[in-house]
DNA sequence: CAACATTTGTAGTGATCACTGCGAAACCAT
DNA sequence: ATGGTTTCGCAGTGATCACTACAAATGTTG
């Protein structure tokens, strides 16, 4: 099979353009122009755009994945367990851009914009199933704490976001001390 | 002064195409149709792309607050009773398009795009200075404890509109619980 | 009414968007 | 080499974007 470029070269530069300047800056032709080559090749191996921004959602969902397993290793008993141990490892400013991706794409879902509406949930399904298999207790049980450790989760990285990290520490801390 | 069109005629517009159609589809083209105008008196009235964003980003953060004024009345003693006490109120149907918007404009401004990566971080604060108002104790009590309540709220509130309101209240009720 | 400022219509700017038609390479198996 | 498929350059489509020049209409004020 001949290839001057590849189809992983590509998606490489897609998730470059999404952490340098967002998912919605992430076009054929930015992608194209980063990498110095024509939109016609961005657009045969992504026939359309909901192909490209599809396969980056998912691209990232793997990056945060990776970026949470080192943490989520060890089994816990609730939500508040949970929150305690991950803290320390999600509030660190390398793993900002991820999530800063993450609640882009959240937003666009809110805002009801294909495909993120249909992706975005699925996402956050994922990551809740996953959470729930490191808790213990009965099913129902696990997947009620993940949900719950999630939400907290997300509210306290949304802050960071917004707010930085001394306010999203300090609520942090109020929130285990509760 | 004479005028057939009215600057607040256009920002009506322009919040209704926000609700309908999100933040990202609010430009001066889209207004104009729905309004049934020329696209010229929306940029005569308002001559800057960010102009537009900001006043309409403002007038969210109105409907916001009106939104949770009602709910926000008596005192508080710490985080968790602020929950309590509103999430009943947060957690309707008809609230869900406002925080809608609010966590669009969130995840732009965790992108970086501008005017929203300077403005939502303001209107965070203004959001937890209010609420920290409600709050009994010393200033520095209330104000981490409103900051803890916030992150919370809006952790719940974003999963209500990613995975829906039982997923939502479920989570709310683990919380509470613990 | 005359002088003036505010408001609005018509038209157009150059940029970017997702996406396409078409033909020429480049590659492959036979 | 020959034929067939995959890859890709070039050019262009119509749409939308933020924004502007210019002048006519519409007010307001003296």
Redo the contacts with the bound molecule.
Sequence with gaps: ??????KAEILAGALATAFDDGLS??????IA?RLG?????V??????????IGEVLYAIGAELQATLAPTFSKPVANHHELLRTTWPILARPEADPVFALFFEAGGLAAAGREPFRTLVPQLVDAWIEWTAELMRGTPAHQRAEAEAGIAVLDGLLLLRQLSGSEVADRAARRIWAG
């Design positions: 099979m001949g290839h001057k470029h590849s800056q992430v076009t054929f032709g930015r122009k080559i024509s939109d016609r090749i657009v045969y191996y992504f026939p359309t755009k909901d192909d490209l």
